[in-house]
């Protein structure tokens, strides 16, 4: 089975401020990687995903992540952060031909005005 | 268009009570999934759909059961359940096995 680790479980940031969300997981073989966000009292909303190609992956609302295939990790990134991008944010792993996802323990991102 | 609905958004339910949650999709993904949530903590899967048959039951208890009755639907139908059942119930779909899934808004489920 996938582990996946999300190094920080909260990351409290200034408005307009850079940050960044570290992932890490385990596996000796390919991998599809995504990033999901999860708003209070909502559902998760796909931001990124990586299944091949360029390691620098653009997903909505101004966030981006990088594959890093020898250190096995895929941080997400974005370089100003809004009040509104305050929410729970989910590392997931499925190691290809797999139903599952594995997911991260989440980081909680708390932005200050 | 990329949504999963579900209903209802939010359900109390007595022990004895039998209720169902509802899923619809209409991306012509042919695998569907039920999630449960507790606050703080990432989803675990239940139980997986594809191709409208039971895939992948995770040893979830008989009080959950799940129906397929199409390739858009999916339901949970829930029977006797305990206190501890309380949590969001999240609905997903994906297109094939290793692809993203997407979610629902869930239904917050509450049992007294």
């Known amino acids: 089975a996938q582990s996946v680790t999300q190094l920080d479980s909260q990351v409290p940031v200034f408005e307009e401020a850079p940050v960044e969300l570290r992932c890490n997981y385990s596996?000796?073989?390919?991998?599809?990687l995504f990033w999901y966000v999860q708003y209070p009292n909502q559902g998760l909303q796909l931001l990124l995903k990586?299944?091949?190609?360029?390691?620098l992956v653009k997903g909505i609302n101004g966030f981006e992540a990088e594959f890093n295939k020898s250190q096995t990790s895929f941080h997400l990134r974005k370089p100003s952060v809004h009040i509104s991008d305050t929410a729970e944010y989910f590392c997931?792993?499925?190691?290809?031909?797999?139903?599952?996802?594995?997911f991260g323990a989440g980081t909680t991102v708390t932005v200050r005005a | 268009d990329t949504e999963v609905t579900q209903t209802p958004k939010h359900l109390v339910m007595g022990m004895t009570n039998k209720k169902s949650l509802k899923c619809e999709q209409h991306?012509?993904?042919?695998?569907m999934y039920w999630y449960k949530q507790k606050a703080k903590k990432p989803p675990e899967l239940m139980f997986v759909?594809?191709?409208?048959?039971?895939?992948i039951n995770e040893s979830v208890p008989s009080r959950f059961s799940p129906e397929c009755p199409n390739s858009s639907l999916l339901n949970l139908h829930l029977h006797a359940l305990q206190p501890e059942d309380s949590a969001l119930y999240l609905c997903?779909?994906?297109?094939?096995?290793?692809?993203?899934?997407?979610f629902g808004p869930g239904t917050r489920l509450t049992v007294t």
């Open positions: 991306m012509g993904h042919r695998a």
């Open positions: 997903a779909s994906s297109q094939v096995q290793s692809g993203e899934q997407y």
């Open positions: 759909y594809s191709y409208e048959k039971l895939s």
């Open positions: 596996s000796s073989v390919s991998v599809y």
């Open positions: 997931a792993v499925n190691p290809g031909n797999d139903y599952k996802l594995s």
């Open positions: 990586y299944l091949s190609g360029s390691t």
